[in-house]
């Protein structure tokens, strides 16, 4: 893999463009993925509309990190597609997904109303708590367009990497799932702000609320725009959704009077 981060050019000419994206945050039961889809089907009949709605990473089953016997993705994929058609919006979240080949991924799925969809696995697993004993890291970096919008894909620990996710004047928009703990939430909240601000995108972090075997998580879900501000955010323990509003325009009229990723470093990522 290699991604040159320079010398791109500013390929989003739809400065009319808006887009009202809402996070879910919510809790997950522990390895019971028929009870967190009759749970957030409950949640989600109670929103009104909006054009992407971003769950929290491994929605279906909690982050399991040293692998499980809950792999098989057809009902969490099938729900998420079915949500996209009835709602006419894109759904992303991720699930933790058993390759042809056995290899398990936490693959983020971008799924769209047409039941079409790409997918993203995590590139950066979380080693502290054995991830890397059980998953594959993903090796491509994941942009996707949904309604002349474009969005990079990551997933919980990515957040802490920022070299992985530089904007190359290639997006308008990450995507950040998670489950993240309590005991760390300012990092998230610090790190979710950092990256807006230096890739002059917005950024929509979607974390988990409640507890698993191992950590307890509150939240703290929130869209950030380019100049760091929160546009939308969920109570800290509670469920809900939060709407916010993606205004390209603006974030147009900004980057060209302070372009400062025209002045980013000239590098290239390799992986060894």
Known sequence: MAIPQKHCKFANSNSNLSMKVAIVQHDIVWAQPTENLRHL?????????????????????????????????SHGLTWLQQQAKEKDAAFAASIATKDEDGSLRNRLFFVRPDGTYDYYDKHHLFSYAGETDAYVAGQERVIVEWRRIRFLLQVCYDLRFPVFSRNCLDYDAVIYVANWPTPRIDVWQTLLK???????????????????????????????????????????????????????????????????????????????
């Open 41 to 73: 089907s409950q949640l989600l009949d109670r929103q009104s509309e909006a054009d992407l709605y971003v769950l929290a990473e491994t929605f279906t089953t909690g982050f399991m990190a040293k692998g499980n016997e809950t792999t098989d993705i």
């Open 194 to 272: 950092a990256r807006a601000l230096e890739n002059q995108c917005f950024v929509i972090g979607v974390n988990r609320i409640g507890e698993d075997p191992a950590c307890t998580y509150s939240g703290a879900s929130a869209i950030i725009d380019a100049y760091g501000k929160t546009i939308a955010h969920c109570n800290d323990h509670e469920e809900g959704i939060a709407i916010g509003e993606l205004n390209i325009a603006q974030l147009l009229r900004f980057r060209e009077k302070f372009p400062v990723l025209q002045d980013a470093d000239d590098f290239i990522l390799k992986n060894q």
